[in-house]
Each structure stands twice: as C-alpha cells, then as structure tokens.
C-alpha cells in the first residue's frame, strides 16, 4: 500500500464513492464510471475516456468479479495517486466549483468527517427559495435566508420549507393539512420530515441514502443534493411535448413527434436553445457548461425571447447588447444577467457561474428562461400526426416515478423509451434481490453504431429470461422484442410485476421467517388490525368498493398510529367525487407522514385501482409491523 489513509480522506472518498454508485448498490461498473465522465464534463475525447474506464477496472478490481467495491476504490486512490488516471478520475468526481470541505454539524464531526459542498449551489437555491416562498405564511419563521451563510441547512430541519417546495414542483404532492405548522416538537418534526421524504420519493427524488435525522442536522450535501432533485423536477415539468405543444416547432426535417417524444428535458432545451440560437444567425452549442462560458449565447437567446409586444398586453423589452462586445468573460456576464433581470430570469446563475461553465446552474437558469418565455408557435398545417401525442398516463407516472426514487440510472424520461435496452429493468431485478449476470450476459454502453439494437434486443431477451426463471414472474406471451419494441401493454405487465415484488419483499424482510407474503396475508392484517383498533370498516378484497372513500385507509392508519388521524377532517356519509378525492389526498398524505412510502395516487384510491391499492395497504403493512 502506499501510504495510510487519514479518516477525512476515508470520508471523503466515501461521499465520492456515493457520487459515482448511482444505484446504491456498495459497487461501482463501468457504465456508472461513463456515467460520470460524461457528467464531469472533462475536456477529454470519447477513446480516452474508454482507455481510463477500462484501466480502472482492470487495476482496481482486485477481485475480477467486473464490478469495484469501496475497498476497491480506496486502493486505487492509494496505488494510482500520482498518475495521470487517477488525477482523471480525481478531477472528474470533484467537477464542482466552488467546494467546500466542511466538518459536518453532527456527533461525527468532532472526528473531524469532511465533506464537501458547494456555495454556489447554496446561493442558487436559497435565492430561489426566498423568492418562491415569499408570500407563504407558513415560512416567515426562517424567510428570507441569507445566501452567503448557512441559513439554509437549518431552515431544512423542521420540514415545512421542504414540503411546501415539493407542492411547487408537483402542485397537490402533499395535503397541505397534514404539515405540522405550529408548537413543532421533535416529534411533529419527525412527522414532517417523513412527509416531505415520503413524498420526495413519490414524485421521482432518489433519497435512498437520506433519513429525517440527516434533514434536522442540516447536513449540507445531503440537503443540497435532496433539494436539485426538487428544484429540477419542478423546471422540467412543462419541457415535455404532451404538455407543451409548441415543442413541436422543434422537429427537424425527416423526424416524428416520436423522435422528439424520446429526448430527454436536458436535449430538448439544448434544442430549444439552438433553434433560437440559429434564428439569431449563431453558432449552435453543444452542452450548457464550456459553450456557454462566454455569455455571447446566453445574449443572442435573451434577444431573441424577449417579448416582442406582438400580442394583447404583452409590454415589448428591448435587450441591451452593448455589453456583448466588453473584453473581460466576467463583465460580459454581468451584462448579461442585468439583461435577463429585465426580463424577471435573473435566477441560478452568478456572473462568476456563467464563466466557469457550471453545468448544474446553467442548465437551471436556461429551464428557467424556457418555462417563462418559451417564445416557439405550435406548427400549423405542417404534416404532424398529433394522434402520436398522448401523454402519461397516471399508473406509468407513478412507476416511472418509483423507479427514479430507486436510483436506477440513467434517469427514466420516458417510460418506454428509456426501457428499450433493458438496462434499468435489470438495475430493477438487482432490488428485488434477483441476480445479474452484468458480465457476459448484459451488453453496456456506448453501443456499436452497426448492430446497436441487436445489442439492445439481446438484453431485452436477458431480462425476460430472468423474470420466467429466476424471479418466476408470470410473463406469458411476452419476448424480449416486445420490450425493445416498446410494447406498452407488455413492458408494464413486466414493471408492475416488479414494482409488486419490491413492495412484497418489504413485508418479507420484517415477516417471521421470510413468511412469502400475498394479497391474502396483508387483507388479514389490515382486518385484524382495524377490528382490534374497534374500527368499523374492513375490507374483502384490494377491488372493495368501500376503499374509494378512504375510510378503511384512514382508520388503518389511525390504528397503527393512534390519535394521528383528525377525524374533523375526514368526510363521512354520502360522499360526492370531490369528498371521496379531499379524503383520498388525506390518506395519501398521512400514510406518507407516518412513514410508509406511498407511490400510489390519491385517484387510484377513489377508483379503486386495485394494484395500486395494494400497494398503499402493503407499505401500511410494513409500517405497522415495524411498530410492532
């Protein structure tokens, strides 16, 4: 070995080792090893990247079983430290400007554990916090923060800022009656956190490594990260063409709205830029970190949405350009965003973010000025089949959304589309404790340009093998070609399956003796629970019509936490639609609160939707039994 590791350099390596495991799994591959090349940005060509990728698993996987552990990592840190690699890899885990090493605020830090975040993200966040929350009641106890200290890590610790910006990113997320507002105590605290976690998980956060305790120490990594993934799901709600019809006007020559159904929020805004960028008479940009650096872009897009006064009550604003022609990066910049404040778009980025290409940041600022001047007209009389616009329906959001709680990578956009290579099904099996065969059995990454979907369709093959085989899913007339095809019946058949297995493989894991749990064992438990509680309701099946007033859910939750439930709250009697859906985002909510990690919809409740049902009654389950 050469030389020992301090305990700050252990941490440190921890948290970067967590960076790169995208799937939590305690081991990297080599597609997370891309995965994060790609990320950091490093001005190095693809080959070179495949050379390191490929150097770094060769000498660091001691153990030849094609994956790194973090013992693994550690070594190769002390074994690689001086050469070129390592520095490589060094640079591209530490690709953040502006980090901080800080003790962390908890017991440990008297160790002295380090970690690192960034102040530009802290900045960023909090001014577009304070801006968002502004007129919140609820928030005046900790709003406005201060950017430049650490006010954010403890306005986080009561839960409250959290779940109100959860309900800004995915309005109607969380019952706003279910947050504890006033004479908060550890407990009711408690009670927020799981809430706004709970909920975090069911709009597509990935929070597997965060609990309450890391919210209430402010510990700022954590926070940070937890809170990009709110921000970000909230930007790029409306980039996303069932949505935003006026995407349309993007589509190339030759190309469907099915093509551009299948990129990602991050590609469409690439696009959108260029299409603005190209009506300027500019030069297209490729990411939004290096092309950007020189803010000469960022101009020619401010000038080119800014509202012309074309239509009824729209004021025109005329962007300034002089500033496009100073000679320092950094005062160009700053012109810039004076520029982008006359049009309400000064938000994420500083001019000091601009010139350092900080690709989070940018990508930030650039969703911002889309969502608030998209400045594109739906294409009128071109030949475009709209019949191929159908947006998500609520069963493939929600699955589509526990996925990207789970870590899996990359990022699920779309939910066939994002499938067809079988990648994230198989990270899908991993979870359900279903073996994979990552090394001879499962193609990675970039694929081949001839025979790419040969490629695709030989894992598509791989995972429906499995599934007959190893996990005995009932798979009957599906093939691999039908998830490759993007089948939409077929491939949810499959998810489902998986999705049930997860939730099931809960219950098992606190069960006496691995008991194999089923829909008849959680219907048992939740009479039994609700007749011992003296509750009145029960129910016969996940398909009773009595589950769509919310009733049985609600008593089933009072019972596991006594007292939780404000009965005040609750409608009883004939219901109507709307009493059945208020009591419906009630339950939602509180399963939520007192921590069980609910997908399921507040519509799947009043119609009876009986997979998702089970779901909700199945985490309930889990959550009771841990009481226990």
Same mark, same amino acid.
């Given at each position: %070995?050469?030389?020992?590791?301090?305990?700050?350099?252990?941490?440190?390596?921890?948290?970067?080792?967590?960076?790169?495991?995208?799937?939590?799994?305690?081991?990297?591959?080599?597609?997370?090893?891309?995965?994060?090349?790609?990320?950091?940005?490093?001005?190095?060509?693809?080959?070179?990247?495949?050379?390191?990728? &490929?150097?770094? %698993?060769?000498?660091?996987?001691?153990?030849?079983?094609?994956?790194?552990?973090? *013992?693994?990592?550690?070594?190769?840190?002390?074994?690689?430290?001086?050469?070129?690699?390592?520095?490589?890899?060094?640079?591209?885990?530490?690709?953040?400007?502006?980090?901080?090493?800080?003790?962390?605020?908890?017991?440990?830090?008297?160790?002295?554990?380090?970690?690192?975040?960034?102040?530009?993200?802290?900045?960023?966040?909090?001014?577009?916090?304070?801006?968002?929350?502004?007129?919140?009641?609820?928030?005046?106890?900790?709003?406005?923060?201060?950017?430049?200290?650490?006010?954010?890590?403890?306005?986080?610790?009561?839960?409250?800022?959290?779940?109100?910006?959860?309900?800004?990113?995915?309005?109607?997320?969380?019952?706003?009656?279910?947050?504890?507002?006033?004479?908060?105590?550890?407990?009711?605290? &408690?009670?927020?956190?799981?809430?706004?976690?709970?909920?975090?998980?069911?709009?597509?956060?990935?929070?597997?490594?965060?609990?309450?305790?890391?919210? @209430?120490?402010?510990?700022?990594?954590?926070?940070?990260?937890?809170?990009?993934?709110?921000?970000?799901?909230?930007?790029?709600?409306?980039?996303?063409?069932?949505?935003?019809?006026?995407?349309?006007?993007?589509?190339?020559?030759?190309?469907?709205?099915?093509?551009? %159904?299948?990129?990602?929020?991050?590609?469409?805004?690439?696009?959108?830029?260029?299409?603005?960028?190209?009506?300027?008479?500019?030069?297209?940009?490729?990411?939004?970190?290096? *092309?950007?650096?020189?803010?000469?872009?960022?101009?020619?897009?401010?000038? &080119?949405?800014?509202?012309?006064?074309?239509?009824?009550?729209?004021?025109?604003?005329?962007?300034?350009?002089?500033?496009?022609?100073?000679? *320092?990066?950094?005062?160009?910049?700053?012109?810039?965003?004076?520029?982008?404040?006359?049009?309400?778009?000064?938000?994420?980025?500083?001019?000091?973010?601009?010139?350092?290409?900080?690709?989070?940041?940018?990508?930030?600022?650039?969703?911002?000025?889309?969502?608030?001047?998209?400045?594109?007209?739906?294409?009128?009389?071109?030949?475009?089949?709209?019949?191929?616009?159908?947006?998500?329906?609520?069963?493939?959001?929600?699955?589509?959304?526990?996925?990207?709680?789970?870590?899996?990578?990359?990022?699920?956009?779309?939910?066939?589309?994002?499938? %067809?290579?079988?990648?994230?099904?198989? &990270?899908?099996?991993? @979870?359900?404790?279903?073996?994979?065969?990552?090394?001879?059995?499962?193609?990675?990454?970039?694929?081949?340009?001839?025979?790419?979907?040969?490629?695709?369709?030989?894992?598509?093959?791989?995972?429906?093998?499995?599934?007959?085989?190893?996990?005995?899913?009932?798979?009957?007339?599906?093939?691999?070609?039908?998830?490759?095809?993007?089948?939409?019946?077929?491939?949810?058949?499959?998810?489902?399956?998986?999705? @049930?297995?997860?939730?099931?493989?809960?219950?098992?894991?606190?069960?006496?003796?691995?008991?194999?749990?089923?829909?008849?064992?959680?219907?048992?438990?939740?009479?039994?629970?609700?007749?011992?509680?003296?509750?009145?309701?029960?129910?016969?099946?996940?398909?009773?019509?009595?589950?769509?007033?919310?009733?049985?859910?609600?008593?089933?939750?009072?019972?596991?936490?006594?007292?939780?439930?404000?009965?005040?709250?609750?409608?009883?009697?004939?219901?109507?639609?709307?009493?059945?859906?208020?009591?419906?985002?009630?339950?939602?909510?509180?399963?939520?609160?007192?921590?069980?990690?609910?997908?399921?919809?507040?519509?799947?409740?009043?119609?009876?939707?009986?997979?998702?049902?089970?779901?909700?009654?199945?985490?309930?389950?889990?959550?009771?039994?841990?009481?226990?």
């Amino acid at each position: %070995m050469a030389g020992k590791i301090s305990k700050e350099e252990l941490e440190e390596l921890r948290e970067a080792f967590g960076k790169v495991d995208l799937n939590s799994n305690g081991f990297i591959c080599d597609y997370e090893l891309h995965d994060l090349f790609k990320e950091a940005n490093l001005p190095l060509p693809g080959y070179k990247v495949r050379e390191i990728i &490929q150097k770094l %698993m060769v000498q660091g996987d001691k153990d030849k079983d094609n994956k790194i552990s973090f *013992d693994e990592f550690v070594s190769i840190f002390q074994e690689l430290k001086s050469s070129d690699i390592a520095k490589s890899f060094r640079k591209a885990i530490n690709r953040k400007e502006g980090i901080l090493a800080i003790g962390g605020t908890s017991e440990l830090s008297s160790e002295g554990t380090q970690h690192s975040f960034s102040e530009e993200e802290r900045f960023a966040f909090v001014n577009w916090i304070n801006t968002a929350l502004e007129k919140d009641a609820d928030c005046k106890h900790v709003l406005p923060m201060n950017p430049n200290k650490d006010d954010l890590f403890k306005a986080v610790g009561d839960g409250i800022v959290l779940c109100k910006m959860i309900n800004l990113s995915v309005p109607d997320t969380i019952d706003e009656r279910t947050i504890n507002k006033k004479k908060l105590t550890p407990f009711t605290i &408690q009670e927020n956190l799981n809430l706004a976690l709970n909920s975090a998980s069911a709009i597509g956060c990935h929070v597997v490594n965060i609990g309450a305790f890391d919210l @209430r120490e402010g510990k700022p990594h954590l926070v940070l990260g937890l809170l990009w993934q709110i921000i970000k799901i909230g930007l790029f709600a409306d980039i996303e063409l069932s949505r935003n019809e006026a995407l349309a006007a993007l589509l190339r020559e030759g190309e469907t709205l099915e093509d551009l %159904m299948k990129l990602s929020p991050e590609e469409l805004l690439l696009r959108w830029a260029n299409f603005h960028l190209e009506n300027a008479g500019w030069n297209k940009i490729n990411n939004l970190s290096s *092309d950007i650096k020189d803010s000469k872009a960022y101009f020619h897009l401010l000038n &080119q949405i800014a509202p012309k006064g074309l239509k009824e009550d729209e004021e025109r604003i005329d962007i300034d350009m002089s500033g496009f022609n100073e000679k *320092d990066d950094l005062k160009r910049a700053e012109a810039m965003l004076v520029q982008a404040d006359r049009l309400g778009c000064r938000q994420f980025v500083t001019a000091t973010d601009v010139v350092a290409g900080n690709p989070k940041l940018n990508l930030a600022f650039v969703a911002n000025l889309f969502n608030k001047y998209p400045a594109l007209t739906k294409p009128e009389g071109q030949d475009i089949d709209w019949s191929q616009l159908e947006g998500e329906t609520r069963e493939e959001r929600t699955f589509r959304n526990w996925m990207n709680s789970l870590g899996v990578s990359p990022h699920v956009n779309h939910l066939y589309g994002d499938l %067809m290579d079988a990648l994230i099904i198989l &990270q899908l099996y991993e @979870r359900i404790k279903v073996p994979v065969d990552w090394n001879t059995k499962v193609n990675k990454p970039p694929y081949p340009k001839l025979g790419a979907n040969m490629k695709k369709l030989e894992n598509c093959n791989y995972a429906v093998e499995l599934g007959k085989t190893k996990a005995k899913f009932s798979l009957v007339g599906i093939g691999g070609q039908d998830l490759n095809d993007g089948n939409p019946t077929l491939t949810l058949a499959l998810v489902w399956q998986l999705m @049930r297995r997860y939730t099931l493989n809960v219950l098992e894991d606190l069960g006496p003796d691995g008991e194999k749990a089923n829909d008849d064992i959680i219907v048992k438990w939740v009479n039994k629970i609700l007749s011992e509680a003296g509750k009145s309701t029960k129910i016969s099946s996940f398909k009773d019509k009595e589950i769509s007033t919310s009733l049985p859910v609600l008593d089933l939750i009072d019972a596991i936490q006594p007292g939780s439930v404000s009965y005040d709250l609750v409608k009883t009697g004939t219901l109507s639609e709307e009493d059945k859906l208020e009591n419906a985002k009630y339950a939602v909510s509180m399963a939520r609160k007192i921590g069980a990690r609910v997908y399921a919809l507040p519509e799947d409740l009043v119609e009876v939707k009986p997979k998702m049902v089970m779901t909700v009654f199945a985490c309930l389950m889990g959550r009771g039994m841990k009481r226990a």
